[in-house]
């Protein structure tokens, strides 16, 4: 795998990595969903929908579907721009550059409806990192009062929120008011004991009504070190070799890229199902599909993701860090064992070496209990002791691919925080913090 100096690339044209987020909810777990006919594969609700289907909506977006890997409940999609996860109940479709995330919206309530038989939705959220290069986005996408305006013209029940400095890195979120579904005693996404989920690490789960929280952790990272950035340009296009045909060779190189840089190693090998593309002449993603949880728990093993996309060219370099998968705040003492945040994000940030960092973690509670809420802003705070103490402790810089090109400057990488924020909306509690390299 050749690789080059990154400056060879430079391009005038920038290219926008933060990514637009989208998630829509249609029903609150895959176990609420009522199948009169489900299919023999066990496949229920939007993973039913067949492939063609999809494209067809990611053409309004404009992307393309890369390639797709099929878990026990969960159909990844790795795009031309970054990302596409079906779930039973509900969709995430995560795209970067100026594709047209919003304007896929509306045919994906048409396909939930025509082909799943999902007439509403449940709850919808977008949210995104703020554009370095918002006159370069297409509407609705170019301001965020237009993309709120775009989404409060489809919801009647939703709300926006800036969270950080408006003239700095911030995060915009948009969440709607979950349905009250009939029978139920709760109106947030929380999941029931089922196939698609299993009881959080001790800090997250709720043991008495078995009950797991919606759990979600981004790392956002700017201004990428050069050596870093270095592994993911490529002297020239991939050629065949070894009966390896040019269609699957990128996803050869991307598998080979990320051995080599850590990126398989951030989660344990067998709990991990990896599906990485190498970009010419320069960028990176990958989506991987996770076992976790206890198979000797009642509630058994569940299946979560994360996802990575990287664009490295010097002016807006860009990576970013996406998993569902619940973390302990305390120390894991195995290497065969998931992670625990702290631990999760040293391995990220060490990998992709940021002058820049903002940090979310969205986590759901339980609305109109105060005991439950108190419990989820002590999570909220306990995971901003843990952003800090994964940053802000000194260590050596990483290797990048080569060790030939080891970091000679002689420092340690320590971050010092600029932003921290703690949110509550309703049934959820947001961890926000902004790092910067020291």
Sequence with gaps: MAVVDCST??????????????????????????????????????????????????????????????????????????????????????????????????????????????????QC??????FMFPE????PHRQWKDEVAFLDAIFPNGAAYTVGKINGDHWLLYITTPAIIKGSSTSIPMLPPSIDSVQ???????????ITRDYTIEILMSDLSRESREPFFFSAPPSPVDGISSDTLPSVVGQTLSAALGISDIFPSHLTTLDAYAFSPCGYSSNA??????????????????TIHVTPEEGWSYASFECNVPLALSPVSSPKEIP????????????????????????????????????????????????????????????SLDTAHEVTDGQNRTYRRTDKINYEFGGYNLAFASFELR
């Design 9 to 122: 690339f430079y391009s005038s044209t920038p290219f926008e990595g933060p990514e637009k987020l989208l998630e829509v909810w249609f029903a609150p777990s895959a176990a609420s969903l009522q199948e009169s006919f489900p299919r023999k594969d066990g496949r229920l609700g939007l993973r039913k929908i067949p492939r063609v289907i999809w494209e067809d909506m990611l053409d309004i977006v404009k992307c393309k579907v890369l390639s797709v890997i099929e878990g026990d409940e969960t159909d990844a999609y790795l795009l031309s721009e970054s990302s596409l996860f079906v779930f039973a109940h509900r969709i995430i479709l995560k795209t970067c550059g100026t594709t047209l995330n919003l304007l896929g919206l509306p045919r994906i309530l048409d396909i939930a409806r025509e082909h799943a038989s999902l007439s509403s939705v449940y």
């Design 125 to 130: 959220f977008y949210s995104r990192k703020s």
């Design 136 to 139: 370069r986005q297409p509407d």
């Design 200 to 210: 959080f690490p001790k800090a997250f789960d709720d043991p008495e009504k078995g």
């Design 289 to 306: 599909l996770l076992k976790w949880g206890d198979p000797e728990s009642e509630l058994g093993m569940g299946e979560g993701y994360y």
């Design 340 to 399: 625990d945040l702290r631990t999760l994000i040293k391995r990220v940030v060490d990998i992709f070496q940021p002058g820049r960092l903002s940090l979310t973690l969205f986590i759901s509670n339980h609305v109109n209990s105060n005991a439950e809420e108190d419990e989820a802003e002590i999570l909220v705070e306990a995971a901003q002791r843990e952003f800090k103490a994964a940053l802000a402790a000194s260590r050596p810089a990483s290797l």
